[in-house]
């Protein structure tokens, strides 16, 4: 990409973020804004942070799971249980100018840099520590989702035991929220000169979202829980069905327009509209379609089971079906490799993992996409930041040599 292409997809360049967060939430906001141009400086522990060698690992013993996350950053691995490691991390978050001095945090423990800490050096500081509650509880994704209620209306119908998504989408969520909040306390600084200390929870992010959809609403007007539905979708209609070769398909229709759609290729509008006829039903509202659900699958299921999937690729994609077919990863790989069927993903050489596949922020700015950059090795850039602090060379020795830093060679 030429210099002015990436500038184009780099609003935030000059802009300056200090990140001391493990696992997902605060890892993947800061990525997010590091994509867009800002400067993200991880301060990392000497050996790594408890998320430093989480799964999944390169061949090579790499954690994927940690690159992917820390994409575009640099990293100074320093001892904040040392006091001059802690001068030099406050000295970092603190550096004056009006793109600088924002901090963000999900660290616990005596050792963890407070807000009171920062505004005593720079007034106008911008701090965002991440929690697990709101009351300072621990709590990770997986735990705030089984609390908000999620896994018991996940998974077959029959099934009596909760089932657990795969995806961390609260820790995700919460990272876009820690990226709108500091971008908006940016905004009023700069504005009206002002700093912010912001708090924000995991568990609160998961019961906003919830609520948001008018879910807890819905479960206090019932009084009970939702029934679980397996892959059927919701209050509209929705639903997986088996081709004659095995392969399976996911088949939506909200609106009126899809369920047409849907009837027309499976030849079965003049099915459906005997059926309403004779029940009293209209399936052109979404109620009435969901409350139908297992009659429409019925009724529409052999004509998926009479055709292999590159037959049903064809003729829905022809009708304008609202669907997809069910993949596995290494599906979605090998497609990608073939035929570059998301553009979005990019090649990048992993310091200790090698070559891996990648992603380029996906955010397109008149059409492009940025470009994708590496994680660093811990204390990849410590010498680099230090001498940007004021250090010089031997001052820089002695901090190795003391165990207050560390660099991705020693």
């Known amino acids: 990409m030429s210099a002015a292409g990436s500038a184009a997809t780099q609003p935030l360049r000059g802009l300056e973020i200090v990140e001391c967060a493990t696992f997902v939430a605060g890892p993947s906001g800061c990525m997010a804004l590091g994509q867009l141009g800002a400067d993200v400086i991880r301060i990392d522990p000497i050996g790594g942070a408890a998320d430093h060698n989480r799964w999944p690992l390169a061949s090579t013993g790499a954690s994927l ?29 603190t550096r004056p100018g009006p793109e ?30 991440i929690q697990g509650h709101a009351d300072g509880r621990p709590a990770v994704d997986y735990t705030v989702n089984a609390e908000m ?21 609260w820790d995700l969520l919460t990272g876009m929220h820690a990226t709108t909040g500091l971008l908006a306390a940016l905004h009023r600084r700069t504005t009206s000169g002002e700093g912010a200390h912001m708090e924000l929870a995991l568990a609160d992010v998961a019961a906003a ?3 948001g959809m008018g879910w807890l609403a819905e479960a206090e007007e019932r009084g009970t829980e939702r029934q679980r539905l397996g892959n059927h979708l919701y209050g509209s209609y929705g639903s997986d069905f088996a081709c004659g070769d095995g392969r399976r398909v996911m088949v939506v229709a909200l609106t009126e327009a899809q369920w047409h759609a849907l009837q027309n290729v ?19 509202r979404e109620s ?41 990863m290494p599906e979605v790989v090998a497609d990608h490799r073939a035929n570059d069927s998301l553009p979005v993903l990019a090649d990048v050489d992993q310091p200790g993992a090698g070559p891996i596949i990648s992603a380029r922020p996906p955010l397109r700015w008149a059409g492009a996409y940025g470009t994708a950059a590496p994680a660093p090795l811990l204390g990849a850039d410590t010498e680099e ?26």
Do not use: C
């Open 209 to 211: 979202a919830v609520a």
């Open 288 to 328: 009435d379609r969901y409350e139908l659900r297992e009659t429409i699958a019925a009724v529409i299921r052999p004509w998926f089971a009479a055709r292999p999937l590159s037959q049903v690729v064809k003729e829905l994609d022809a009708a304008k079906v609202l669907w997809s077919p069910y993949r596995t």
């Open 65 to 93: 799971y940690w690159a992917a996350l820390n994409k575009g950053k640099r990293s100074i691995a320093l001892n904040l249980r040392d006091p001059r490691g802690r001068e030099i991390a406050l000295e970092l978050a």
């Open 385 to 410: 930041i230090l001498t940007g602090l004021g250090l010089d060379g031997t001052e820089i020795a002695a901090l190795h040599d003391t165990g207050v830093v560390a660099s991705a060679r020693t």
């Open 266 to 284: 499976t030849g079965t509008t003049a099915v459906f509209r005997a059926l309403q006829d004779a029940i009293g039903a209209d399936l052109d």
């Open 149 to 169: 209620g999620i896994p018991t209306i996940t998974g077959p119908e029959d099934s009596a035991a909760p089932v657990n998504h795969v995806l961390p989408a």
């Open 100 to 129: 600088r001095g924002l901090f963000v945090d999900n660290a616990v423990g005596r050792s963890r840099l407070t807000y009171d800490e920062l505004r005593a050096r720079r007034p106008d500081m911008i701090h965002l520590h």
